[in-house]
């Protein structure tokens, strides 16, 4: 049984394709999701992937992201709880993974190929390749 879901909401068009995800699981009653979106810090100007939160100067601010995961929490079935941290947003998922002890982590990626993906990296695959507990990668259409 899935006791504890961290679900990373990036605030970008795939952060629905989450929220469905998470909502086609069974999940228990007692099954606790917690929302988070991290800010990062010490970003420089370039164009991050979708699975990079953007920051609060970007077309999403804190105010919009705030609003967006109260909206998802709004929709959910279950118990939720929302989080809103700053840092390194692979580092942060993980870390709050291992604060609410996670079973699941479900994040969203946009599928970036080639070299973008190695230039701007990906958090998704940070996430899996470190995180203590299963990963759910939600990728678009």
Do not use: W, Y
Request: charged residues 20%.
């Amino acid at each position: 049984m899935l006791k504890t879901i961290l679900v990373a909401i990036d605030g970008s068009e795939i952060a629905t394709r989450v929220i469905q995800t998470l909502e086609n699981l069974v999940l228990s009653p007692e099954t606790k999701v917690i929302l988070c979106h991290v800010f990062p810090t010490g970003e420089s100007d370039t164009e991050l992937p979708a699975d990079r939160p953007q920051p609060e100067s970007a077309r999403f601010s804190s105010f919009h992201i705030e609003q967006q995961l109260q909206s998802f929490q709004e929709q959910l079935s279950v118990k939720t709880h929302i989080e809103l941290v700053a840092g390194e947003p692979a580092d942060e998922i993980i870390r709050l993974a291992n604060i609410h002890q996670a079973d699941l982590i479900i994040i969203g990626s946009r599928g970036l190929t080639g070299m973008k993906r190695i230039v701007l990296g990906s958090v998704s695959n940070q996430v899996v390749e470190e995180a203590g507990c299963s990963v759910l990668v939600v990728k678009p259409h």
